[in-house]
């Protein structure tokens, strides 16, 4: 397939919304300038008001990013547009240098290899934690189309590699429904998991777990860091400061200030609208 070259500027990051290349999972996106998530003049506006107000970020492959922010900031708007769930009024969000996300549906940007986790767990509590990763593997083909066909080796190979990295492999045939919090925002992030992506969106992923459970996620995240790219939006600072290696503050939809938890901690503009004085 040839692909005409998109121009690129502001140092290499640069995209154009002309782009229209088909989403080819095959070989994964372009990352040859090292960044997977190109967020450029954003703008989406409800009712008047501006969630997303011309923001530009631009996320590396392979990284662990923490957006942090006030309520309203646009932490979850700009995962919405990320996904597909929110139209932009205005910018685009390019995966890699030749999909925008912004031309497709939510079902085309999850097979493109983009995984996002609510808040809230929600998994298949009347089944087990092997049948939850395993409709999570099946895609859109049904449940009862799931549950009664037969598994490749290489399926299975996969399910029991997730529970692995996920730590429920001595769980594997508890019923969900049963799992701690804790267990089934891990249970969650393995469905994500068997779908190979190369993105993975966490809103808060932490919330209401115990101290053990958070240092366990901690572990988690970091470890998926490098392979995949992780994107965490979370308010618990002792969390972000756990795991951070860049953090970008989000304030009335644009960048307020961005690197390392010490320098944003630091920043007088921060303490101000976000973190107190």
Known sequence: MHVEPV??????????????????RRGGPDTS????????????SFDGFKALDDLNLYIEDGELRCVIGPNGAGKTTFMDVVT?????????????????????TETQIAQAGIGRKFQTPTVFEHHSVFENLELALRGNKGVWHSLFARLSGEERDRIE??????GLTESVHARAGLLSHGQKQWLEIGMLLVQD????????????????????????????AGER??????????????????????????????????????DPRVIEVYLGG
């Open 161 to 166: 590699e997730v529970l692995e990295i996920v």
């Open 84 to 104: 597909g769930k929110t139209r932009p009024d205005a910018g685009t969000v390019f995966f890699g240098q030749t999909v925008d996300l912004t031309r497709l």
């Open 33 to 44: 300038h090292g960044i997977i998530l190109y967020v450029e003049g954003l703008t989406v």
């Open 229 to 266: 790219t992780v994107v965490v939006v979370e308010h618990d600072m002792e969390f972000v400061r756990t795991i951070s290696r860049r953090v970008t503050v989000l304030h009335e939809g644009r960048v307020l200030a961005e690197g390392s938890m010490e320098a944003v901690q630091n």
């Open 7 to 24: 121009g690129v500027g502001l140092g290499g990051h640069s995209r154009e919304s002309e782009a229209r290349v088909p989403v080819v």
């Open 197 to 224: 992506p190369r993105v993975l969106l966490l809103d808060e992923p932490v919330a209401g777990m115990t101290s053990r459970e958070t240092e366990r996620t901690a572990e988690l995240l970091t470890s998926l």
